[in-house]
């Protein structure tokens, strides 16, 4: 069974810096995609930040030039998260779109139990 395992959220005063981790394990096959979404109370989840299996990276337009999201090569991906805003509070959680072991017949997304970070003003 795949398994997301999130880490690095806490609490950071405004304009300070957090890099969270997410190690995909479990028996993944293969990876097509991975990312990070963010879901603040009362909003729905959004798409904050993938790369994909060729490293093409996509940014959601309120964190251009601030977040950096990379992976390695053993299934971990990161996101660096500089110059935050409170608006940047949520829980966030890691994406991992690929084949497991078990249905490498087919793909399905995978889905951290979410890290909270908090911007205080």
């Known amino acids: 069974q795949v398994q997301l395992v999130e880490s690095g959220g806490g609490l950071v005063q405004a304009g300070g810096s957090l890099r969270l981790s997410c190690v995909a394990s479990?028996?993944?096959?293969?990876?097509?995609?991975m990312g990070w979404y963010r879901q603040a109370p009362g909003k729905q989840r959004e798409s904050v930040a993938t790369?994909?299996?060729?490293?093409?990276t996509n940014y959601a337009d309120s964190v251009k030039g601030r977040f950096t999201i990379s992976r390695d090569s053993k299934n971990t991906v990161y996101l660096q998260m500089n110059s935050l805003k409170p608006e940047d509070t949520a829980v966030y959680y890691c994406?991992?779109?690929?084949?497991?072991?078990?249905?490498?017949?087919?793909?399905?997304?995978?889905w951290g139990q979410g890290t909270q970070v908090t911007v205080s003003s």
């Open positions: 790369i994909s299996s060729t490293s093409s």
């Open positions: 479990g028996g993944i096959a293969s990876i097509d995609a």
């Open positions: 994406n991992v779109r690929g084949r497991s072991r078990t249905t490498w017949y087919r793909t399905d997304d995978y």
